[in-house]
């Protein structure tokens, strides 16, 4: 199938330098959950797929939350009583707390201090904040330059409206041989963040760009929304789509250099998590996995108990655990072009093997079938996995009783899946099994 063509003709540098070219291009752009910075934002991803693109009205309905008025953001900027600007939207869109009211104003540095925020622990970084549900207006700078602010009359400006509009989300579904879908969704909606926002959105696209044109087993519909009220948005206008979703991965975190770490769905054993799981600890590095917990990204929604999908989340560093997180230190030099690399080929694995385990049955279950007289025992001898290989065979006839995927098998034999589908492949070809589905265990096996 042609996940694995992905794979095989995959350049991981080359992919690992284009991904973070994409962070680079997106990383200026004033970014939030509604307005003109999303919408630029989006038109990056669609000079490559034809990502369409949705604008949902202020103040629809969307489940239990409505849609809020549109923020945009031309100018903001303090200065100090010489008209010196001191904090300036031009130097970073993280300087100003994200959905602030418009304000003009002079003020003493004691009327304007509540309205400034700083992180005292790390004094020479710049926090993330935002205020999107309550009318509220703020700038952000390092504790250090807070700290030598001196008493005076400070000129405040945010020039920027709230108003009705829309919420902008991007929508791409690349069709398969089948109707169920794997979902990839990111939220799009953080200003100059790298990791938390950019990374997931450059591998998502740069999958979107590979799996364009190819021959697919499942339908795979891709989601760039601002993160919460996105994907409610989403979930609420598509009852239809929603019951066609069979995995989903949330993709955010995977551009820093820390390892990867996997945080379950909701059920927990869903195939997604198991392959996941498998393609992580298979990859030779370290790894992490967390048990589901309803905080963190989109997935709390899309595991929400009345839909309960199998979606998971795919990250690296998870967030709120790294120093970095939610400050001007997640910024182009966090994320390397390696890290991108390898969670995009830890991706494509993942669907890879979505894509391509199937349940075999055994042509001959009573006893072993003999391997000698067929050369299979010893096949292969000499290679040094000779003794895996000749496990895969005897798991794979074990378990070939059309109730166990590949996967299970894999799982089992504690080997790698590429191994157990050659191996099963193998025995095929030599009458011994045959193909009775496709899926995972408890789907079309039955
Ligand atoms: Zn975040």
Redesign the pocket.
């Known amino acids: 199938m042609s996940l694995a063509e992905v794979e095989r003709s995959l350049d991981v540098q080359e992919a690992g330098r284009r991904m973070h070219a994409f962070a680079a291009r997106a990383f200026p752009i004033v970014r939030s959950i509604t307005g003109d910075g999303m919408r630029q934002t989006l038109a990056l991803i669609r000079e490559r797929v034809p990502l369409r693109i949705h604008e949902v009205p202020t103040g629809t309905p969307v489940l239990d939350w409505t849609v809020p008025p549109e923020w945009n953001l031309r100018e903001a900027w303090i200065a100090d009583s010489t008209g010196r600007r001191i904090v300036d939207l031009a130097a970073s869109s993280l300087h100003v707390v994200g959905y602030s009211t418009p304000v003009r104003a002079r003020m003493s540095l004691a009327e304007l201090r509540p309205h400034l925020h700083s992180l005292p622990s790390q004094p020479s970084l710049v926090p993330?904040r935002t205020a999107y549900y309550e009318p509220a207006w703020g700038f952000c700078l390092t504790h250090r330059q807070l700290e030598g602010l001196k008493d005076g009359e400070y000129e405040v400006c945010i020039d920027s409206t709230l108003a009705p509009g829309s919420l902008t989300y991007g929508e791409l579904v690349i069709p398969g041989e089948l109707e169920d879908e794997v979902l990839l969704s990111c939220?799009s909606c953080?200003p100059a963040?790298a990791n938390?926002?950019l990374s997931g959105m450059a591998v998502a696209a740069l999958l979107a760009e590979s799996l364009a044109g190819r021959k697919l087993r499942y339908s795979y519909r891709f989601l760039f929304i601002p993160?919460t009220i996105g994907s409610i948005t989403w979930l609420a206008r598509n009852p239809d789509a929603v019951g066609r979703i069979r995995h989903g991965l949330v993709l955010t975190c995977v551009g820093d250099p820390g390892d990867s770490t996997y945080k379950r769905s909701r059920r927990g054993d869903a195939e997604i998590d198991r392959v996941a799981v498998h393609v992580l600890s298979h990859a030779g590095s370290g790894y992490a996995v967390q048990d589901f917990f309803p905080y963190g990204y989109d997935e709390r929604q899309y595991c929400s108990p009345g839909y309960d999908l199998a979606v998971g989340c795919l990250m690296r560093s998870p967030?709120g655990r790294f120093p970095e997180y939610?400050t001007s230190a997640d910024n182009l030099d966090f994320i390397t072009p390696a890290a991108l690399g390898d969670s995009f080929v830890k991706l494509v694995r993942i669907l890879r093997i979505l894509e391509e385990n199937r349940t075999y049955r055994s042509c001959h279950p009573y006893g072993e079938p003999q391997l000698g007289r067929r050369g299979l025992y010893k096949a292969v001898g000499g290679q040094p996995d000779t003794p895996d290989r000749q496990m895969s065979m005897l798991w794979a006839l074990n378990l070939a009783d059309g109730r166990h995927s590949l996967l299970d098998m894999a799982e089992r034999a504690a080997l790698p899946f590429a191994l157990m589908q050659e191996t099963a492949e193998l025995l095929v070809q030599h009458g011994l099994l045959r193909e009775i589905g496709s899926g995972g265990s408890g789907g079309a096996a039955t």
Do not use: Q
């Open positions: 993330y939220h953080h963040l938390d926002n993160g967030h939610h």
